[in-house]
């Protein structure tokens, strides 16, 4: 039958101590006040209560056992003396009561026990089998009966082990090691008892305590108090609790503790999760100097661990995030952190196993403390710091098993046997999965006259990767024809096999010795299929600057932008991503959630094969930044913890942008090669035409250039919607304003960039360079550029400029284009050339902003006078698109194209055949129909094809 054991876990307090021949205390409990070191609660199988001094233990079941227990390190090299005082107070007297120590699990422990009919046994029980050290054996210093109380103590001296029951020597054997460090109390079958008292003394060898906490009072005065970040507090149960209340970054608090790093050294604590975020890490901070030169070693709620060092504010991970199943994870879970320093090594524990050694490094500092990462609670149970002058001890963690071991008093079997068949073996799957749990179901008949106790299951086999307990019981099994089905977990690990696993059955009923051979199980397997998370593809982009210019400047924002694509044949679950950067000067923003930045970093439920995320992190640079590059690290993790990864990138400043990195094609496994693997491509991080811009040693010192690129509408008016902004608009103002500069010529004085304009500035640009254009008296040349919403006006159909301050529902305030065409040619120029990004029929790149009575209008053509040319991305009733993966209109992106691939030296009777043909043929391939044109006024119809930009 299965059985849940509960435990609670220790607190260890240490008191220094001379050696002398009696052996200093190591713990006691004389039960005169609760406690928190021992389980009390009850259910309908036991009862456990602390009164009158005594710790009672109640087993209420027919059948099964139950333990208590704590932790409780005794060196494997220590002397030592357990005694405690058990009293029987009721029950029967044929079955056994008594300490358990050296636990691990109930298939790991020794026991030593008496029964209430004056018989005592000693046993180690291993991988669940009994070993018999002494048999049922009477003892004449054992009193009998239910009300007797008798003391027991197991001593060590030297190699021997010696029992004693009421003071008298019972057995002596050779110590045999602990499998692990739990102590407690063992009882089976239908008793009662009381204990005493439980105390435990040793001989250290050679340790000598430093600083010690079990704060139930604060002797050590480590801080306390409370704000908005974190609190920190001492309960009433006797724990130090630190909360971190931000969902950044980290909290500290430590004590200076002078150590001698050249002496050999424990430090330990026993701390408890309490709550808040599982892929961040909390735990010992130590050898502090500040916070620039310090060495920390932390775990986290979803079973990782790593140890990393701050020297002069520079971070590295000497042992990266690593997955470790000692470690008790979530919340309410208690773990045991140790640090050992011996000779040039220093050793990393985790609940009693060593999960990492390293090169012993001198401290900066003499302060050790505690460490919480972004929104969670700790709870510090005890925290110590010794020199020792032998190898440290372990502490083990909790074990809830099932599977109660049975050993009842040997006696007689009373009444009529059993006769048990096996009626029906099936198993849950065909085939067993890695990271799968199935049932195994077997039922038993019992046809015989008597019932069949205490009957077991026993399997045996092996197969790496495969878990399953080696023995479970069934219920009791009725007489004359009763049946009883129990249900085995089976699980395949995550390191199973594609492989076939074997396991033998077999049925014992041990009163009447009853066998019977079970059926052999044949089960195929199937092996885990792992994720592999890469950094596919990765850029930094300039987001907002005062003087855009697609490099890494001071005093501006940029994204650190990449894609996390997932290579493996496995799917990757429970994906988090962190990216660090410790440079002065670098603030990290935030990382964008449509519109707003969320100091959060991301997190992913999933990313299948093949497919990958891009994630986004928002930085501004700021002036007291002085290194040459960026340098950012950016690290993932997945559910299992074994495929993330951890790189570091640099990116130069006052380089121009590149992206790098690529997305990979993912090879089908042959068992699925009927199944389609999609693989997507990713989108360009640093688009073609916003980097490389050719520049020209020529200079067009009467060219002047008015360029806007309205995109925000939303900022300035309350009731749009995000999707009635224009994608990208702005930045194609800002890259032709570039090339302007670069490719063209013009002089960035006689450049004005307005992004987001409003209608005064629009205004303020037309009388800018219609001034310019009066100043030049005829020799200017002149440039016009507008991306944003155009639109037209219901009834007399004349097109309008929007700017972002003016309502698409009453364009009174709006800016006619028949006017800004009128600003252009006020005064006599030597070339006009116009180029707009806009449609005026009422569509737009998303969603327009007013529908004009539910279908689209054929804008009236504006009347072109002068030496005026027009390039517009759209013809008639037809909407003007955005290219997205190009991060530009469709009509922007050709125009730049065909700038960039001929430096600016083409003539716009070119230019206009390429943007056409160009835009018209992608925009079709996506289903649409765009269709730039180009306008000249009369003057000029017969020679604007040979005019040029560069001319």
């Avoid at 299965?2 to 101590?17: E, M, N, P, T």
């Avoid at 001593?155 to 082990?161: A, E, Q, T, W």
């Avoid at 208690?334 to 524990?349: E, F, M, W």
């Avoid at 389609?676 to 060219?703: A, M």
């Amino acid at each position: 039958m299965l059985r849940h054991l509960f435990a609670l876990i220790l607190i260890l307090v240490f008191f220094q101590s001379s050696y002398s021949q009696q052996l200093p205390s190591l713990y006691y409990e004389g039960f005169t006040s609760p406690t928190k070191d021992w389980l009390t609660g009850s259910n309908d199988k036991r009862t456990l209560s602390i009164s009158q001094g005594k710790y009672h233990f109640d087993h209420k079941s027919q059948t099964g056992a139950y333990g208590t227990w704590r932790y409780l390190t005794i060196e494997s090299y220590d002397d030592f003396t357990i005694e405690t005082s058990i009293t029987k107070e009721s029950g029967i007297l044929n079955y056994g009561y008594g300490l358990m120590w050296g636990k691990k699990d109930w298939d790991h422990y020794h026991r030593f026990i008496l029964s209430g009919n004056g018989m005592f046994s000693i046993a180690r029980i291993e991988e669940g089998e009994v070993e018999k050290i002494k048999p049922w054996t009477n003892s004449s210093s054992i009193r009998k009966g239910n009300g007797s109380t008798n003391k027991l103590a197991i001593k060590r001296i030297g190699k021997n082990l010696s029992f004693y029951i009421n003071d008298q020597l019972v057995h002596t054997m050779n110590f045999v090691p602990f499998f692990e460090h739990q102590l407690g109390y063992y009882i089976a079958h239908d008793q009662k008892i009381a204990v005493d008292y439980l105390s435990v003394t040793a001989k250290y060898q050679n340790q000598k305590m430093i600083h010690k906490d079990n704060f139930k009072t604060n002797p050590n005065e480590w801080s306390t108090g409370t704000d908005d970040k974190r609190a920190l507090k001492l309960t009433e149960d006797g724990f130090y609790s630190f909360s971190h209340k931000q969902g950044k970054s980290s909290w500290a608090t430590w004590n200076g503790v002078k150590i001698d790093d050249l002496r050999d050294f424990k430090i330990e604590m026993g701390i408890r999760k309490a709550s808040g975020v599982q892929n961040y890490g909390y735990g010992l901070d130590y050898g502090r100097k500040d916070p620039d030169n310090r060495f920390i070693f932390l775990i986290s709620g979803d079973g990782n661990f790593m140890t990393a060092e701050y020297n002069f504010g520079k971070y590295s991970e000497t042992k990266k995030w690593t997955s470790s199943s000692h470690i008790n994870q979530g919340n309410k879970k208690y773990n045991h952190i140790t640090l050992l320093k011996k000779g040039s090594q220093i050793r990393y524990i985790i609940n009693g196993h060593t999960v990492h050694t390293a090169t012993f490094k001198p401290f900066y500092g003499d302060r050790i403390g505690f460490v919480v990462y972004n929104k969670q609670q700790i709870d510090v149970d005890y925290f110590r710091v010794a020199y020792i002058g032998t190898d440290g001890g372990t502490i083990e963690k909790e074990e809830v098993v099932d599977n109660i071991q049975l050993d009842p008093v040997k006696e007689e079997p009373l009444g009529l046997p059993p006769i048990l068949t096996i009626s029906d073996i099936t198993f849950s799957e065909n085939t067993l999965d890695a990271e799968e749990t199935a049932q195994l179901s077997i039922t038993l008949k019992n046809v015989g006259p008597g019932e069949a106790k205490n009957v077991t299951a026993k399997l045996s086999g092996f197969l790496k990767g495969l878990n399953f307990p080696t023995k479970t019981y069934f219920p009791t099994i009725a007489a004359n024809g009763g049946s009883q089905t129990i249900n085995i977990n089976i699980k395949g690990e995550l390191d199973l096999p594609n492989a076939e696993a074997l396991l033998q059955i077999e049925i014992e009923e041990p009163n009447f010795k009853v066998k019977i051979q079970g059926k052999q199980l044949r089960i195929p397997t199937r092996a885990f299929r792992s994720p592999e998370l890469i950094l596919a593809q990765y850029a930094v982009l300039e987001n907002q600057s005062a003087s855009p210019n697609r490099q890494i400047d001071i005093n501006e924002m940029i994204d650190l932008k990449f894609a996390v694509q997932n290579v493996g044949q496995g799917h990757a679950e429970n994906i988090s991503v962190v990216v660090e950067n410790n440079q002065k000067g670098v603030m990290l923003l935030g990382v964008p959630q449509g519109t707003q930045l969320k100091r959060e970093d991301p997190r992913f439920s999933s990313i299948e094969s093949g497919k990958f995320k891009t994630v986004v992190y928002r930085y501004f640079v700021n002036s007291e930044f002085s290194d040459s590059e960026l340098k950012f690290t950016i690290r993932t993790k997945e559910r299992v913890g074994r495929f993330g990864f951890t790189e570091t990138k640099t990116f130069p400043i006052n380089t121009v942008l590149q992206e790098e990195g690529f997305i990979r094609n993912i090879a089908t496994p042959d068992e699925q090669r009927n199944q389609e693997v999609i693989v997507e491509d990713i989108p360009d991080f640093v688009v073609d035409v916003d980097v490389d811009i050719p520049s020209n040693d020529l200079r067009q010192n009467t060219t002047y250039a008015l360029i806007i690129g309205n995109e925000d509408y939303k900022s300035k008016q309350r009731t749009l919607k995000n999707e009635q902004n224009v994608d990208f608009a702005q930045n194609d103002a800002e890259v032709f304003a570039l090339y302007c500069e670069k490719t063209l010529g013009i002089p960035k004085k006689q450049i004005k960039l307005i992004t987001n304009a409003t209608a005064a500035e629009i205004g303020q640009g037309l009388s800018w360079i219609n001034n310019l254009s009066k100043i030049e008296g005829g020799n200017a040349k002149l440039i016009f550029y507008y991306s944003g919403h155009g639109l037209p006006d219901e009834s007399s159909r004349e097109p309008y400029l929007v700017p972002v301050d003016v309502s698409g529902s009453n364009l009174r305030y709006a800016i006619k284009l028949s006017e800004v065409y009128e600003q252009l040619t006020e005064h006599p120029a030597n070339k006009v050339t116009v180029f707009l990004d806009a449609c005026f029929s009422g569509g737009a790149r998303n969603e327009p902003l007013v529908a004009v009575k539910g279908i689209r209008i054929r804008p009236k053509p504006s009347y072109l006078s002068k030496n005026l040319v027009v390039f517009a991305s759209s013809t008639g009733d037809e909407s003007s698109g955005v290219f997205r993966e190009k991060k530009h209109g469709y009509f922007t992106y050709f125009l730049l194209k065909k700038l960039k691939e001929s430096k600016g030296n083409i003539p716009l009777g070119e230019l206009n055949d390429f943007i056409k043909r160009s835009v018209s043929k992608e925009t079709g391939l996506a289903g649409k129909v765009q269709t730039p044109q180009i306008t000249a006024s009369d003057k000029v119809a017969s020679v604007w094809k040979s005019w040029s930009l560069l001319k």
